[in-house]
Structures are given as structure tokens and as C-alpha cells.
């Protein structure tokens, strides 16, 4: 065992053949430690404002305006719609055609519609919103699915409360972080959300042209063989619209199925505005085409 003798002979044999500046350095990092554990901050002795200052402070005080007064040639003119919005609208007094609408069929001004839609509120009820996770799953719920997977000729379908969220939230749904995601660049606003949802990869082609989407998924073929490992983690996706919401053509479905083949892609095809308007029996772009769902 080392004496204590020893111990402090050697430190101060080295205390004592170290420079100056070392010492002094050290004496100095010693004081500092001290003097953060230690010290305490006084507490302020902040002056405090009698109720006399408070009332002159306040007497004195102008609020300034959130914004300024805008001229009146600034102001937008406004338009009043007046009566009920449908195929026609009136605004400003004058009758006029509604374009800003997806009622394509004219369905709000059909009477026997209109009375079974009183109907079903009277017997259910109404509500500010009115998804089913709040609200529950209703008999009429599952009547409507359906019949609407029987008239579309598909396996199921499932209902969602607003149109807007059904692409929105069925990309991400499917679409993880990872994945790629091939989608024309002329898609509508709900795809573009379900894509930033998705925090998928993404890669646009130039609208509906075929041969630069089969370049981009050529070119990803080549880096799958590249790099299978990595290929085998992600998975490969295409999204389309039946009839394009901002540009109003159609989508060459018959080729995206083909390529979709060719590839192995799993594919969305938005209908919002086909479904109803095309094909014989208003099945959407698939019946106009004849294209199997």
C-alpha cells in the first residue's frame, strides 16, 4: 500500500515542477467551479409601479390601428348570390350558369332526392360534421357501400364523410416513408396533401405523357437491380386522375394499366369527377374505356 506521505510528496514535487502559467490556470478553473456552485443571484430589487403611475401610464397610452384605413378604390367589389345554388345561380341580380360546381347532373334540383334526403335527417338526425368514428356506423352506412361496390362491380367499397379526404388520407393509408410514388404533375389539391401525408418519395411525370413516365420507371428498374436490397424494402405506386380536376382531359388509362403491368405498381386512380359522367351506365373512366376495376 502507498503511504500518504508518499502520495503527497509526489504532488508536490509536481506542483511544484509545473510552470507558473499551468498553476495559475488551474487556481483560477478551482475559484470558477467555487464560484458557480456557490453563488447564489441576488434577487432584484425591481421598483414597483404605485396604482397613481399605473392610471397616468395608462391615461397616456394610444392603441395604434391592427391595419390602416384602406382607400375605397381598394375595396373588392362584392357579389351577392342570392336564392339557392344550383345548375343556375343568381349573382348581383342576374341569372347565371353554375360552373363552379360538382352537381354535373343537375341532382339538387331533383324533388324525390330532396324529400328522401329530408327524410333520412328526420330519422338520423344532423350535426355539425359527421364521421362515422364520432357518430357511429348507421344501417344506411352499409347499404350505401354496398350498393355501391355491386354498381361499380368491385370486391367492397368504403364511405367517407367529405370527398376531399377520401384520396387525401387513402394515399398515406397505403403510401408510407420509403416508398415511391409516381403521379402525374397535373393532379388535384387533395392528391397533393395525401402526398406530403404519405412522406413518400416522390416523382412526377409530365402530364399524361406515357413516354416519360415509362423513362422515369425504366430508370428506377435499373437502380432496383442496382440495389435490391434496398428495392426490396419500398414499394412502387401510381396515381392518376380519371378526369383531370385542374386541366378537365382524361388519362390514358389504358396505357397506366399497361405500364402498372409491365412494373408492378400499385395504382389510385381519382374519379371524383368521371364518377357520374362518364361511360354508359356513369361507372366513371374504367366503363367508358372498358377497362376492369
Known sequence: MISASHVFDELYNIFWKAP?????????LVISVIWLVF???KERNESKLTPEQKAELLEKWTPEPLIEDLPVASVPSPRVVSGRAGKRV???????????????LGLLEDKAIEESAIKCLRKYGVGSCGPRGFYGTSDVHLELEQRLAKFMQAE??????????????????????GDIVFVDECVNFAIQKGLDASRSKIVYFKHN??????????????????NPKKAGKSRRFLIAEGIYM??????PLEKLVELRKKYKLRMFLDESISFGTLGKHGRGLTEHLNVDV
Open 20 to 28: 507558473l502559467y499551468t498553476i495559475c490556470l488551474e487556481v483560477a
Open 90 to 104: 343568381t349573382v348581383d341580380g342576374h341569372d347565371c350558369l353554375n360552373m363552379a360546381t360538382h352537381n354535373y
Open 39 to 41: 453563488y447564489r443571484k
Open 209 to 226: 405523357d406515357m413516354n416519360d413516365l415509362d423513362r422515369l420507371l425504366a430508370e428506377q428498374q435499373i437502380a432496383d437491380i442496382k
Open 246 to 251: 385542374n386541366t378537365g382531359d382524361i388519362c
Open 156 to 177: 367492397s367499397a368504403v364511405l367517407y364523410s367529405y370527398g376531399f379526404s377520401t384520396i387525401a388520407s387513402a394515399i398515406p393509408a397505403y403510401s408510407k416513408q
